[in-house]
């Protein structure tokens, strides 16, 4: 079965920074788009950012645009999430995720979405 792989979360104080990894061993995404997504408790997972397969296109959701940067290295099979300033309110698990098909544009709908990590929590203190 095809696993993704986050890393990178923890705890931080508001205003802090991190950076999440998401690796898939054993199979390349290369010419996959990706997407990163979080759910806090008692809300829906929602999409954060996503990047298309050749890396030359990112979207990211309102509440996260100018803070949070995604990015890929296709040589080390990996996407990135650095996330800035960060806020209480981004506190979540957050998820990577590709879809089924490769060449696709980037999605923004987690339906559309075949592959999921299990996730990494990500706690910003205030």
């Known amino acids: 079965q095809v696993q993704l792989v986050e890393s990178g979360g923890g705890l931080v104080q508001a205003g802090g920074s991190l950076r999440l990894s998401c690796a898939a061993p054993?199979?390349?995404?290369?010419?996959?788009?990706m997407g990163w997504f979080r759910q806090a408790p008692g809300k829906e997972r929602e999409f954060v950012a996503g990047?298309?397969?050749?890396?030359?296109?990112?979207y990211y959701a309102d509440s996260v645009k100018g803070r949070f940067t995604i990015s890929r290295d296709s040589a080390k099979n990996t996407v990135y999430l650095q996330m800035n300033s960060l806020k209480p309110e981004d506190t979540a698990v957050y998820y990577c995720?590709?879809?089924?098909?490769?060449?696709?544009?980037?999605?923004?709908?987690?339906?559309?979405?075949?592959?999921w990590g299990q996730g990494t929590q990500v706690t910003v203190s205030s």
């Open positions: 995720a590709a879809p089924g098909s490769s060449y696709t544009a980037v999605l923004r709908n987690r339906d559309e979405y075949a592959y």
């Open positions: 054993g199979r390349t995404f290369s010419d996959h788009a």
């Open positions: 990047i298309s397969w050749t890396g030359s296109m990112k």
